[in-house]
């Protein structure tokens, strides 16, 4: 029997990668939702819709009765935490508002969260982590979206489940969340400019205990929770399985890009790489790279903040695999992989 899913952010990292695995997949009809919209296929239709705008859900998704599924993966940033959480649970709450009454064969509810929830961006957390692990003082808006799901699913017949990875890594563009990406503009950059390939964070972050999680093998997940009984109503870990220390790293990334590497050397790249948006230009036009603007291919912000966790940080994957979820990946190969697929569309030279 065919389901239907609706995913919910579907231009991200993480929303589109969740889109190919479900059209590989063959038995699922896809509708994606954001605020670019998309190219229909075989399969897959795509609605453009302001989540911020109640009104404007209820009229674009008014339709949608007939979806089983809601992979919930968006995300909008905002100056501070405190001013994340009321556009990030407004939007997960005008989703399900709008279809959770009319679609009268839903099953699950998905949500997207991550290592927030341990208080991971705050400072150094209790590692490995666990989905049992006590909360931290709000504002929080994994939390809050995710108590709205739990009280809302009392004496429904639907289910929820919070997804939790760690740093993502996928190839999507226009996203302000791509470490990989923001490690590929910055080494064509430096070799552009005859520069070794320094390590930028804080000095105190490249010997530490760190994990990834690759966008392809995070969809997987977020499918088998979503379809198996016995994952219902509860969050999961979602790893790649390995550990990796960015000074063992770092020097194989430089590899790849036939650069010497140099000592570490702590510096906000929101602010070294301000003004190189004239010399991305040039590089694009001497290498024949396609035509994205220099902002999609930013999100040095998010570089910044990864490169700034001068302490472990790490999660422990074992409640998946316990259930039966044993999928896993090399975080180096998966380098590798998607600076492969980064050059092959042109992006980087």
């Known amino acids: 029997m065919k389901k239907v899913a609706l995913v919910?952010?579907?231009n991200g990292v993480i929303g589109s990668n969740l889109i190919n695995h479900l059209l590989e997949l063959g038995d699922w009809e896809i509708i994606g939702l954001s605020r670019r919209g998309g190219s229909d296929s075989d399969r897959l239709t795509y609605i453009e819709v302001d989540l911020l705008d109640p009104e404007s859900c209820r009229k674009q998704l008014g339709k949608l009765t007939h979806v089983n599924y809601i992979f919930y993966t968006a995300f909008q940033d905002r100056p501070t935490w405190a001013e994340l959480v009321l556009p990030n649970l407004a939007m997960l709450v005008n989703v399900v508002k709008a279809v959770e009454p009319i679609a009268h064969d839903l099953r699950h509810i998905s949500l997207m969260q991550g290592y927030k929830v341990y208080g991971a961006h705050l400072g150094p957390f209790k590692t490995p982590a666990k989905e049992s692990d006590a909360g931290h003082m709000p504002p929080e808006f994994n939390v809050d979206q995710q108590q709205f799901l739990e009280i809302n699913q009392k004496g429904k017949s639907?289910?929820?489940?919070a997804i939790r990875p760690s740093v993502v890594g996928g190839t999507a563009l226009g996203n302000p969340m791509n470490l990989v990406l923001v490690?590929?503009?910055?080494a064509s950059i430096s070799k552009e400019l005859g520069l070794p390939l320094r390590f930028p964070g804080k000095p105190g972050a490249y010997d530490k205990l760190m994990e990834m999680t690759d966008a392809g093998l995070l969809a997987k997940a977020t499918v088998w929770a979503a379809t198996n009984e016995q994952c219902a109503n509860q969050a999961f870990n979602i790893?790649?399985?390995?550990?990796?220390?960015?000074?063992e790293l770092w020097p194989k990334i430089a590899g790849y890009f036939e650069l010497e590497i140099a000592p570490p050397l702590h510096m906000s790249l929101q602010t070294v790489m301000q003004d190189k948006a004239p010399l991305w230009q040039q590089i694009q036009k001497k290498y024949k790279l396609a035509n994205y603007t220099y902002e999609d291919l930013s999100a040095w912000?998010?570089?910044?903040a990864v490169f700034s966790w001068d302490y472990d940080f790490f999660g422990d994957g074992t409640k998946a695999r316990r259930l039966g979820f044993h999928e896993f990946v090399d975080t180096e190969q998966m380098f590798y992989q998607l600076l492969d697929e980064l050059?092959?569309?042109?992006?980087i030279p």
């Open 183 to 186: 490690i590929a503009v910055y």
């Open 8 to 10: 919910v952010g579907a």
């Open 158 to 161: 639907w289910t929820w489940s």
């Open 301 to 304: 912000g998010f570089g910044d």
């Open 343 to 347: 050059r092959v569309d042109k992006v």
């Open 239 to 247: 790893t790649n399985g390995d550990l990796f220390r960015w000074e």
